[in-house]
């Protein structure tokens, strides 16, 4: 997904117009528009603007093929993780000390 697809998704999921987004951001609606049609791109302290008011990282708005956080490699990384534990804490029995088997 492109930088301007996920920023037309994350202003419409939050119910903001082009101009709301514009008022919070300090800038002019027609620079909205133009990052939605593809034609500019925010500056960098916009484009930090932009992931602060929608609580995203900054990879996931400039990388493509990121389609959501969890494409992100430290967040890939975290899940595997997480699953690994998930997988050791299913196997692993813990004994009651009411267990008639000790």
């Known amino acids: ?8 998704k994350l202003r419409k999921s939050n119910g903001m117009s082009q101009e709301q987004l514009a008022e919070k951001l300090g800038v002019s609606r027609q620079a909205i528009s133009r990052w939605e049609s593809g034609d500019s791109t925010p500056d960098m ?4 603007g932009l992931c602060d008011l929608f609580g995203v990282p900054a990879d996931y708005l400039i990388h493509d093929d990121y389609q959501s956080d969890d494409d992100m490699p430290i967040v890939k990384e975290k899940n ?3 699953s690994e534990v998930k997988l050791k804490k299913k196997h692993f029995h813990l004994i009651s000390p009411d267990c008639p088997c000790h």
């Open 80 to 82: 595997e993780q997480i």
């Open 45 to 48: 302290i916009n484009l930090l």
């Open 1 to 8: 997904m492109k930088f301007e697809e996920k920023l037309i």
